[in-house]
């Protein structure tokens, strides 16, 4: 079992957690959105190898936050919460 | 020497010790320049090559593999052939891939080992088998053959259930497809490697590719780990890496690789001659050959590249099989092994152009690529051979995502993934 950190409580077991997401995938605004602009917002993910910046949730506190994480070795670099001075 | 495989040449090879053996596919250097070339020498890319060759007399194909042939989730899936799924498009495809795999022993003088020896969806509650009966119903007005089960038919094909009073998912009864079964999976991508090298493919392993070459905005080739290998028509099978590809290529995907575990027990005698998924369980087994109970489950939850499970998954996965199957609660797990899928919003796979001129995408089969190899080879080739769609290819095609024309198969994985 790998332990996540999260920036409310502190390590706890991977099974609390749930992916949100790509990090920085900021939804579009406005009425004349291009259909493309949507469809990336929407469906495209960067899925990279290696170092990805990742939403996450713990689900048992509901706090989303971000999570540097290596999707290789899966070891985690960094956990911040939403909206401080860590993240997009 | 021995060229083509039967009852006779095995007779004549017995007599003669076993010395004329030839090896099944060519290794040969890398050509400069091909008139195609297929990255991913899993079943898919094989395949691809094959059909290239086979539907449309091309066979100055390279198929460029970075470890070895078969090696990524070719050898690592639970061998399930089917074609259970519920909307149109997708039984088009399925069913091609299925109708494929009936014949492909012979097609390929292989021995792919497919046993069509049937497949039950459990339902576990009289809504599920509303669901069921509906799935049912889709499939036959669709030309699949279905059966809706009584829990006295499920009770017929897998005695060995736990059809006790207080079981946690009891049964109401299953969606049944006869014609299902299992295939052998090594079998597939070796005879597709050894028809294709018959047919003039090159198979190169240990060729990584590194990067792409384009030119006047359209891909001309690919620079490897062997050198720089040119052809004005690329198709790309790599699954759980297709990401990283389109990466190199400058577009991205609808994609989410994520690690998908299995494992089997040690062997044992016969004792359940069907493959049985249960949605409750989140679990689907069935027995190899060899003797082995085949297990798979869901996905692992974590976005990953690491071609290993995580326990919390195989965990789950284990307490679901007993729940099923108590009488399997002494059995030793032998191997435990994961591949890395590529999971597509809707759970249906993407076949077409790529946003990169000359550059053709196979994937996002995410779970259930194994079963649909044929297809996937045969509609890749028709793209990289004529450069357009067929009708079974297009409902796939990448804009479905800007047109929200979505094939939504979520059910038609069997887990919930």
């Known amino acids: 079992m790998q332990l996540f950190p999260c920036p409310f409580c502190g390590p706890r077991d991977e099974t609390e957690f749930h992916y949100g997401g790509d990090a920085g995938n900021v939804r579009p605004d406005g009425a004349d959105v291009p259909i493309d602009r949507w469809a990336g917002y929407l469906y495209l993910r960067g899925n990279p190898k290696g170092t990805a910046r990742e939403i996450w949730v713990h689900m048992n506190c509901g706090e989303f936050f971000v999570m540097e994480r290596d999707t290789i070795t899966h070891k985690v670099l960094s956990s911040a919460a939403l909206g401080g001075e860590h993240t997009a | 020497m021995t060229r083509r495989y039967s009852a006779l040449s095995l007779f004549k090879e017995g007599l003669a010790g076993q010395t004329g053996w030839k090896q099944a596919w060519r290794s040969p250097e890398p050509k400069p320049a091909y008139d195609a070339i297929v990255i991913g020498g899993g079943g898919h890319g094989l395949a691809t090559a094959y059909y290239l060759a086979k539907n449309h007399g091309?066979?100055?194909?390279?198929?460029?593999?970075?470890?070895?042939?078969?090696?990524?989730?070719?050898?690592?899936?639970?061998?399930?052939?089917?074609?259970?799924?519920?909307?149109?498009?997708?039984v088009a495809l399925y069913g091609l891939a299925h109708r494929l795999y009936e014949g492909l022993s012979k097609d390929l003088n292989y021995n792919v080992m497919l046993s069509q020896r049937g497949m039950v969806n459990l339902c576990h509650s009289t809504a599920e088998m509303e669901i069921g009966a509906r799935t049912v119903n889709a499939m036959q007005i669709n030309g699949i053959d279905a059966e809706l089960f009584s829990p006295e038919d499920v009770r017929r094909v897998a005695p060995i259930y736990n059809f006790s009073p207080d079981a946690r998912f009891p049964v109401f009864g299953g969606i049944w497809q006869g014609r299902a079964g299992?295939?052998?999976?090594?079998?597939?991508?070796?005879?597709?490697?050894?028809?294709?090298?018959?047919?003039?493919?090159?198979?190169?392993?240990?060729?990584?590719?590194?990067?792409?070459?384009?030119?006047?905005?359209?891909?001309?080739?690919?620079?490897?780990?062997?050198?720089?290998?040119?052809?004005?028509?690329?198709?790309?099978?790599?699954?759980?890496?297709?990401?990283?590809?389109?990466?190199?290529?400058?577009?991205?995907?609808?994609?989410?690789?994520?690690?998908?575990?299995?494992?089997?027990?040690?062997?044992?005698?016969?004792?359940?001659?069907?493959?049985?998924?249960?949605?409750?369980?989140?679990?689907?087994?069935?027995?190899?050959?060899?003797?082995?109970?085949v297990i798979g489950g869901g996905l692992d939850r974590i976005p990953s590249y690491a071609q290993r499970g995580n326990l919390p998954t195989l965990e789950t996965v284990i307490a679901g099989l007993l729940e099923m199957f108590p009488i399997f609660g002494q059995l030793k797990l032998m191997r435990q092994w994961a591949g890395i899928v590529d999971v597509v919003p809707d759970s249906s796979p993407i076949i077409g152009p790529s946003p990169l001129p000359n550059l053709f995408l196979n994937c996002g089969w995410g779970t259930g690529g194994f079963k649909a190899i044929p297809a996937g080879g045969t509609l890749l080739a028709n793209l990289l051979a004529t450069g357009k769609h067929n009708d079974i290819s297009r409902p796939f095609d990448l804009d479905r995502f800007a047109s929200g024309r979505l094939i939504d198969e979520a059910a038609g994985s069997g887990i919930a993934h």
């Open chain 2, 182 to 293: 299992t295939a052998r999976h090594d079998a597939v991508a070796w005879g597709y490697a050894r028809a294709a090298s018959r047919l003039g493919v090159d198979i190169i392993q240990n060729c990584e590719i590194t990067d792409f070459i384009i030119e006047g905005g359209r891909c001309r080739g690919v620079q490897t780990s062997r050198g720089a290998i040119r052809a004005d028509r690329i198709g790309m099978a790599v699954a759980g890496h297709s990401s990283v590809l389109a990466a190199k290529a400058g577009f991205r995907l609808p994609i989410n690789s994520y690690a998908l575990q299995a494992c089997v027990s040690e062997p044992v005698k016969p004792i359940l001659d069907t493959v049985v998924l249960s949605p409750g369980c989140g679990v689907y087994v069935s027995q190899s050959d060899k003797g082995e109970i």
């Open chain 2, 58 to 90: 091309i066979t100055r194909v390279a198929v460029l593999e970075k470890g070895w042939i078969g090696g990524g989730n070719t050898g690592r899936n639970t061998t399930v052939v089917r074609s259970n799924y519920y909307y149109p498009e997708s």
